[in-house]
């Protein structure tokens, strides 16, 4: 069975059409010809579909973070107004800068996966759950291994990254200080939870579907690591390094299992396998 083997057959409409003229073509053309990613008339204009699915993305992530910056200040302007006791409300121990940095962090996922859910309902009518992949998976051993083995590689490769970087593992992760009490809990909670999830919603549910209609499966993969690291890269380029690996393998993941779930834990424990080497790096 090959490597990139998909889980799932693909409907007609998966495939790109036909060149003008296929159906004058000789019988004994090779299949491979039609297949997607060959070389040919529709290659430029393939190309520019690809890329034009990588700046949704980009778009997607930025207005999520827009709306979510929009629903902070009017937060912070309603507080203002009411004259609640702010330190009851969560982070109210927190100075008030402070306080909307950490709800800057926590509000853009949730607002990314209904912006992501919301396109899927108005594109897809009633099939919008087939449109992200949220289906029962066909979970194979290989599968599995994967899910078992990635959380101990991710944080291998990433203390092998920081040391290729002249950087000491243990100091770089020690958390600051102030990451401690609720702010730890919700710093836990993002990196576990909220970014996985909306996260794999769009780039291995809608991006990924998308791409698979253009691209074979190794091209598919590729493409959606490629994307999914370089929307990483608002503080270097460090971030994408760490987490293309990781791409590569929600990517398999995803062709495996014919399903976004798997690729949501498998995100969300090698999230918490970092978690939990930050927390050891902290305390030693």
Known sequence: ????????????SASPPAASGAGTAAAGAPREAARPGRQGPAFWPRTLRVAGLAARAALLQVAAFA?????????RWLLA????????LPFGRLGPEDAAAMALTLAPPPVLALLVLWRARAREGRGWAGS????????????????????FLQVAWTAGLLVLLGQSPARAWRLSPAIA????WAWALWLVVLAPLA??????????????GLLPPAATVLASAGVFALCHAERGLTQPLSVLPLGLALGLMRLWTGSLWPCIVLHAVSNGAVVLAMLWASRA
């Open 1 to 12: 069975m090959p490597l990139l083997k998909p889980a799932e057959p693909h409907s007609a």
């Open 67 to 75: 709306l979510a910056f929009g629903l902070v200040a009017a937060a």
């Open 81 to 88: 107004r009411s004259g609640l006791p702010v330190a009851r």
């Open 132 to 151: 992200l992949a949220l289906r029962r998976p066909v979970l194979r051993r290989r599968a599995l291994s994967l899910l078992v083995a990635w959380p």
């Open 181 to 184: 009490g609720e702010v730890l």
């Open 199 to 212: 996260e794999e919603l769009l780039f291995r549910g809608d991006l990924f579907g998308r791409l698979r």
